[in-house]
DNA sequence: CGCAATCGTTACGGCTGCGGATTGTTCCGG
DNA sequence: CCGGAACAATCCGCAGCCGTAACGATTGCG
């Protein structure tokens, strides 16, 4: 057990959050979208649209949608699989670790000022 | 300061949060829906549309449209202020109220088992 | 070698939320 | 008492995401 929270300080976290979120105006993600982003950046590759749809527990079409607007954001990027050519590889990019290097470091900082 | 967190284990935390989320088909909110209801709940009373609003930084009929949906859900109600009935008063409810308790146990105890 | 299975994408109709403008009601100052 | 201000709701056109059902490309089994 690593990191002790009340649950009134869960809420209090998340209220902040979800505020700082709101103000700014950066392309805020969908639940949807943030889970694949992480499940990409924090889970090891290969990663692929049907093993993301099913970890998730959604359809394909959910993961494909996803990954266009998130490759846009440039936030991940595709490659075909050349061992297998139905295949696509979902890979990280700079952007998109830099993104969640700042979305890490806000939760962090939010935690530290959240009254004891 | 209360809350000790690392980085890496801040976005451990969002992604098991945001997999928990996305899995069980709850009607998940979304952001500004989230921050709607955690002001109204976490903050003190009362709470106008106007005043969401300028707490947001966002438009008034964002607001109403918000509490429609939410209001649906039950997650919180609308009544008129009699002192001035130009305003709406929102107000909190049971189901708000168990929402919001069960939201703050799953990430505390998402927060447990996070590894040190 | 052909044919079913797998994989990702696209098409379609529908739903929800958005911003901006407008409306109807209520309040208040002159 | 009345005209403007304040407030919330509604209307409008638009953009994004949804689930289902298709589709095209690729693979590998029989």
Redesign the interface.
């Known amino acids: 057990?690593?990191?002790?929270?009340?649950?009134?300080?869960?809420?209090?976290?998340?209220?902040e959050l979800?505020?700082a979120?709101?103000?700014d105006d950066a392309p805020?993600l969908?639940?949807?979208q943030?889970?694949i982003l992480?499940?990409v950046?924090?889970e090891a590759p290969p990663h692929t649209v049907r093993g993301l749809a099913a970890?998730?527990?959604?359809t394909k079409p959910v993961i494909t949608r996803a990954l266009d607007t998130m490759g846009q954001l440039r936030l991940v990027s595709r490659r075909r699989d050349e061992a297998d050519r139905r295949n696509v590889i979902i890979q990280r990019t700079v952007e998109g670790a830099l993104y969640?290097?700042r979305?890490?470091?806000l939760?962090?900082a939010t935690?530290?000022?959240?009254?004891?």
């Open positions: 057990m690593a990191v002790e929270l009340r649950p009134s300080q869960a809420l209090r976290l998340l209220h979800s505020l979120q709101v103000r805020d969908s639940q949807r943030l889970a992480l499940s950046y924090l970890r998730l527990g959604v969640l290097e979305l890490g470091d939760v962090v935690a530290r000022a959240l009254p004891r």
